[in-house]
């Protein structure tokens, strides 16, 4: 009897953990939704410190700078980066603006084409209310769209002033604070090492989707080559969707060019999404191998769930935010299973 008596209490325990990990993860949830404000630039700068911090150690051990002195050069190099980008979508956005007619000749023969080989009149569709609103599309809001998303991009990155406030302190800071946690033995230097690898690897191959993507279109004559490139290089860092929203984003571009053939259309379309697949189901995992230790679906469900809190911030955040829950669950017994979980072991 007492023994059967010390199981229920086991259980009703275990049942009682339960449900509290659910409600603390849900009131979690909450916190982090409405601390975003705060939250966002705090775990921005955190990512950008971790990433730009081996450039400000370079410049301290190799030439001697500084600290200080190291952290402004890479923040005025990153704002100049970041200025000619926006310089450079500016620049095609206004040469798309300028054959906009063109465009628009061209979608009124691809409504024209469709209204004459497609048989409305079997379905007693009036093809003209169907298809003249199509003819009148604004061509020229296509670049529009991708000018305001890309200065959204770079206003998120470059002006928000809490970012900058928080990088500039880590980055300061980052030397004593380091020294001091490796000295205690604790779990920082794996968290540091796992996303400081995660964010160089993803970065390299990401410049390299962006390079491939852009040179095949520009070669192809497609309007808009860079800024495309721009972004598949920018959506790489989307697990699994960033790499399908590259490859359909030149789609309307490609469409209503008139002056690519139907073969440069389809190769504008097949030839960078092959890229995609190729570097992010091939060359990626070879290359990142198990730096994150996380499943698949794992990754999956951090998108979708860091999505709903955070936005495309989140989305972009929510690898390395669950690789580095990851690390600190494996630290304890108790929540240890949960990071095995998390990394696919579930036997």
């Known amino acids: ?72 050069v890479t923040l005025v190099l990153g704002a100049a980066l970041l200025a000619g980008i926006a310089a450079l979508v500016q620049t095609s956005v206004r040469q798309l603006t300028a054959n906009a007619t063109a465009y628009q000749d061209r979608l009124a023969d691809l409504v024209a084409w469709a209204a004459a080989w497609v048989p409305f009149d079997r379905f007693g569709v009036d093809a003209s ?38 990088m500039i302190y880590l980055l300061i800071g980052r030397e004593t604070r380091a020294s001091r946690v490796r000295d205690a033995g604790g779990i920082w230097p794996q968290i540091e090492a796992r996303v400081e690898r995660y964010i160089a690897t993803k970065a390299v191959v990401s410049i390299a989707t962006g390079v491939m993507v852009g040179g095949v279109l520009a070669l192809l004559g497609v309007d808009l080559a860079l800024v495309f490139g721009l972004f598949a290089f920018l959506l790489n860092f989307i697990p699994s969707v960033g790499s399908l929203i590259a490859t359909l984003l030149p789609l309307p571009v490609v469409l209503f060019s008139p002056d690519l053939g139907p073969v440069a259309a389809i190769a504008a379309i ?59 669950l494996e630290q304890l017994d108790a929540t240890r299973p949960v990071a095995r979980v998390l990394a696919g072991r579930v036997g």
């Open 129 to 166: 209310r169907l298809l003249d609103p199509l003819s009148s599309i604004p061509v020229g809001a296509i670049g529009g769209m991708l000018l305001g998303t890309t200065n959204a991009i770079v206003d998120l990155l470059s002006r928000s002033l809490l970012v900058l406030i928080f």
């Open 270 to 328: 097949a030839v960078p999404g092959d890229i995609q697949f190729a570097i992010g189901n091939v060359l990626e995992p070879r290359i990142m191998g198990d730096a994150l230790d996380l499943h698949p679906v794992t990754i999956l469900m951090a998108l979708i769930l860091w999505g709903m809190l955070w936005g495309i911030v989140g989305m972009l955040l929510a690898t390395p935010i669950t690789a580095m829950l990851k690390i600190l």
């Open 1 to 72: 009897m007492p023994e059967s008596e010390s199981l229920r209490e086991l259980q009703e325990r275990r049942i009682q953990t339960v449900c509290l990990l659910i409600l603390s993860a849900v009131a979690l949830g909450f916190a982090l939704y409405w601390l975003r404000p705060v939250m966002i630039p705090f775990v921005l700068a955190v990512f950008f410190a971790l990433g730009l911090a081996p450039l400000v150690d370079v410049q301290v051990r190799r030439l001697r700078l500084p600290r200080a002195l190291a952290v402004v």
